[in-house]
Antibody, heavy 121, light 106 residues
Framework: QVQLKESGPGLVQPSQTLSLTCTVS????????VHWVRQPPGKGLEWMGR???????SYNSALKSRLSISRDTSKNQVFLKMNSLQTDDTGTYYC???????????????WGQGTLVTVSS | DTVLTQSPALAVSPGERVSISCRAS??????MHWYQQKPGQQPKLLIY???NLASGVPARFSGSGSGTDFTLTIDPVEADDTATYFC?????????FGGGTKLELK
């Protein structure tokens, strides 16, 4: 079945770079779009960016200067790197997959369990 | 970006009907989706494209609307429905979420 699992450091120091990995199973990264969504504690959801099935990426304009998403299809992994972290980047980071094959206007059908990232010295 | 506005919280009694609204700052056609999130869990898809029930979701949940005004209805509400409900649009780029409506049971 479709599964996504986020992994990465739970604690990052301010001004440092966050690196997260989303490891997927049950589908091919060359067929479906995978996104990163984050959620500050007790707050709402924010779309960060996506890796399209064809390797193209797009980013939330508010994060674009700090964010990079890449992938390794041989390892079924999608990566998130975000630099210059501040305390307001603290939150749970999710990777999520679209329902349909390569469809731009799709919905988030499958979600990882999320990984909590705390930005603190 | 398309702003989605939801009421912050609602309180209802079990067995009642509840409607949760979501208003978009610009038209999103029918590309509004609804998610349920319980504390400590990831969001779960309930409704896609305004009115389509996701797989495995009880028929107590339904969705309606188009353009800028959308509604998620739960009828009847059960104790297990205590959660925060988010709307999300995918018609305009970037995809955006509403702030969430926290549903509490009396």
């Amino acid at each position: 079945q479709v599964q996504l699992k986020e992994s990465g450091p739970g604690l990052v120091q301010p001004s440092q770079t966050l690196s997260l990995t989303c490891t997927v199973s049950g589908f091919s990264l060359t067929s479906y779009n995978v996104h990163w969504v984050r959620q500050p504690p007790g707050k709402g959801l924010e779309w960060m960016g996506r890796m399209r099935y064809n390797g193209d990426t797009s980013y939330n304009s508010a994060l674009k200067s700090r964010l990079s998403i890449s992938r390794d299809t041989s390892k079924n992994q999608v990566f998130l790197k975000m630099n210059s972290l501040q305390t307001d980047d603290t939150g749970t980071y999710y990777c999520t997959r679209d329902y349909n094959y390569g469809y731009k206007r799709d919905w988030f059908a499958y979600w990882g369990q999320g990984t909590l990232v705390t930005v603190s010295s | 970006d398309t702003v989605l506005t939801q009421s912050p919280a609602l309180a209802v009694s079990p067995g009642e009907r509840v409607s949760i609204s979501c208003r978009a700052s610009e038209g999103v056609n029918s590309y509004m989706h609804w998610y349920q999130q319980k504390p400590g869990q990831q969001p779960k898809l309930l409704i896609y494209k305004a009115s389509n029930l996701a797989s495995g979701v009880p028929a107590r949940f339904s969705g309606s609307g188009s353009g800028t005004d959308f509604t998620l209805t739960i009828d009847p509400v059960e104790a297990d429905d205590t959660a925060t409900y988010f709307c999300q649009q995918s018609w305009n780029d970037p995809r955006t979420f509403g702030g969430g409506t926290k549903l509490e049971l009396k």
